[in-house]
């Protein structure tokens, strides 16, 4: 595969403000406004029907705002040229190539109208290679597993060496397993220069973006990068606790006296507890120490990661909590 | 330009791969046709239909000579017969399909022409097909024609025996008047002058009745005859005359089928959501679309001809290059009606249906069945919307009459489909915006 764009400016390649689609009464995309910068993978996450699809042909000039502004590498996507098109590519929800031609024969169409120099076969088979379908080049579509087609859409994707890629859903109904390959995939690509915006309903995939932008019922509720997200989430680093004796009320009450420690401890069992705090790194030596004054033995204290279901959770909790 | 024809051919390889994806669909689109016309051949010799025919008479007395007269003054297309005596059953028998025609020999004919009337024959027939009753009828009036004629011939003859008598009083009514004529005093001018007038009346009788004897019975009952001659180089026989009208009908059929299953079919797929965010242009698609089922087309075009042509032996009496033309124009034209239902077609379902619908419409207002002359004016602007129309004429004059590709009909089709052309790149370019942009 070519080696992209190392070299391009900093800045933004999408950018939107108030950008909103009605259909009728009903509010698909409602006033997002975000931006993703350039070499970055942007995971949009959120669950089936919020409007991640639809904000994706937005951006992708499928679809006419029905309000608000879009610029996708500087441009309106409503206006964009054949140059403009060339630089985008798209991974559409579902398998739409054809199952009758082999994977050669889909990737060859691809290539041939997105304008690919005629004398292509070594780049064709350097992309066969990099999504690990060379050997089933020869197969029909219709003979590959449901992976192998998103891998083939994957392939068609990238034939022209875009420098934005949309990917919509790109792992939805594949295994586990080949879902961490397709993220390895998508870091390559960011390595190689080129800027993903991905959309899934994995909650769990947000940890390999660069960013997150959190979607539900039309709206973006934040963009931030995963980290960040379980903070806003909990209101800080979550810290796990346990000690070798009995963790009392008194304890807690004065761990939570503590200036870094965010709301009240949650107690997990009788010698295991979470602490919220402002920052992990440096809140974790002052709790060895409060620990130690209160005459507890500290068996194991250290930063959880909590899982992404569990934020996307209580982000929309607290959403709905706030609205 | 590179890029435009890369994207344009784009088409090219994919159409044809999942054309040759079929093999079966390929021999069928090649055979298929062949086949129809060879079997069609066969079914169709040049003969007229012989009709199984029984005459009933009722009067069992009647002579057979008689019997005869009626029963072998027939055409070749009466043929199996059989005489009756009974109406009833012979009724009962055509209800049955058991024989095509009875035909009801009057039971006093002679009688009944003795008293200065007609005698009619009576024909019943069991058809529905309005085109077999009238050819029943041609038949039929054939057939009392050549009882008339048989018995007119017959009366002729008769007398022309009676006149030998009636020559020979004339004869010795001659030679008496001569002899008066040698015994008249000299000097009764006034006389001789009125024998002679005589003599001249009397050989001039004789001279009209020795002709009347001299002529044929069947010059003096049908004295003119018809001889029908084509200006065309050849006559052809009825598979000959349906080749180029059969080669149009499959050719405009083959190319709306394959188009307006086309794009409904990318439709519904979802590609075109990927076309329309890809640099390929709504011109770009349609033009690789037209040019690849015209290259496929044309290929099977012209197997399907030569196998027509060198194979069952059909004539092929102008030029190549103007039959190629034609059938080009023919094609494109098509192809542009099957985008069009493509692109008006919301399923695969709806898309074969408009195409078989056009392929009815082209049957039976294309000149292919009836004659469009016979048809009512209004509808015939009907006829001249549907390729297959055009390309009926243009293959006939070309193949059959050995005539150059008529311009007229050449530019009207060209017209048509160019305008199809139009029509199918506006609609495509609004059916991708309304399909994403408008809802």
Known sequence: ?????????????????????????????????????????????????????????????????????????????????????????YLMQHFVLYPDLTVWENLNFAASFYGVNPFRRGHLRKLLDFVELRSDSNKRASQLSGGMQRRLGLAATLVHNPELLF??????????????????????????????????????????????????????????????????????????????????????????NLPFVRGKVKMISDQEIDVIVDDASTAIPLLVENLNTQRLNTESIEEISVPFDDVFVKLIETEKVDA | MLKFLTRIFSFLNKEIAEIFRQPSLILLLVLGPFLLMFLFGLGYPDENRTLRTVFVMEDQSTPPEQVNLF?????????????????????????????????????DAVETIQSNQKAAFLIYHNEVDPFQIAYIYSVSSIYVDEV?????????????????????????????????????????????????????????????????????????????????????????????????????????????????????????????????????????????????????????????????????????????????????IVLFTSLGLGFLISLISATDTQAVQYSMLLLLASIFFSGFLLDLRLMWKPITALAWSLPATYGIRMLQDIMLRGAPIPLMIFGGIALIGIGLFVIDWLLLRKNIEIQYSST
Request: aromatic letters at 8%.
């Open chain 1, 1 to 89: 595969m070519n080696s992209t764009k190392n070299n391009k400016p900093e800045g933004n390649v999408v950018e939107t403000s108030e950008l909103t689609k009605k259909f009728g009464e009903s509010v698909a995309v409602d006033a997002v406004s975000m931006q993703v910068p350039r070499g970055t993978i942007f995971g949009f996450i959120g669950p089936s029907g919020c409007g991640k699809t639809t904000t994706v042909r937005l951006l992708t000039g499928v679809y006419t705002p029905t309000s608000g502004q879009v610029s996708v590498l500087g441009k309106n996507p409503v206006n964009f040229t054949k140059e403009d098109r060339e630089k985008i590519g």
């Open chain 2, 71 to 107: 029963t072998e003054s027939i055409s070749p297309t009466i043929a199996e017969i059989k005489v009756e005596h009974n109406q009833a059953d012979a009724l009962a028998r055509l209800a049955r399909n058991a024989v095509d025609l009875v035909i009801v020999i009057p039971a």
């Open chain 1, 167 to 256: 990917l919509d859903e790109p792992t939805t109904g594949i295994d586990p397993i080949l879902r961490r390959k397709f993220w390895d995939y998508f870091k390559e690509l960011q390595n190689q220069g080129h800027t993903l915006f991905i959309t899934t309903q994995y909650v769990g995939e947000a940890a390999y973006c660069d960013l997150v932008g959190i979607m539900h019922e039309g709206k973006l509720l934040m963009v931030e990068t995963p980290e960040n997200l379980r903070r806003k989430a909990f209101g800080g680093d979550v810290i796990s606790i346990r000690t070798t004796e009995e963790i009392r009320y008194a304890h807690r009450h004065e761990i939570e």
């Open chain 2, 148 to 328: 008339n004629r048989r018995i007119l011939e017959s009366a002729t003859e008769q007398g022309q025996g009676s006149a030998g008598e009636f020559q020979t009083s004339l004869e010795d009514a001659i030679a008496k008047t001569q002899q008066l004529r040698q015994t008249l005093p000299v000097g009764d001018a006034n006389l001789a002058t009125q024998v002679d007038e005589l003599l001249k009346t009397l050989n001039d009788a004789h001279d009209k009745l020795r002709q009347f004897r001299s002529m044929s019975s069947s010059v003096i009952v049908n004295p003119f005859t018809s001889d029908v001659s084509g200006i065309t180089p050849e006559q052809f026989s009825p598979t000959d005359f349906f080749a180029p009208a059969v080669i149009v009908l499959l050719l405009q059929h083959l190319s709306i089928t394959f188009a307006s299953l086309s794009i409904v079919r990318e439709r519904r797929s979802g590609i075109m959501e990927l076309f329309k965010v890809s640099p390929l242009t709504a011109f770009e698609i349609l033009l690789g679309k037209f040019l690849t089922y015209l290259f496929f087309e044309m290929i099977l075009a012209a197997i399907l001809s030569a196998l027509i042509v060198w194979g069952l032996g059909i004539p092929m009496l102008g030029n190549w290059w103007h039959y190629g033309l034609a059938v080009v």
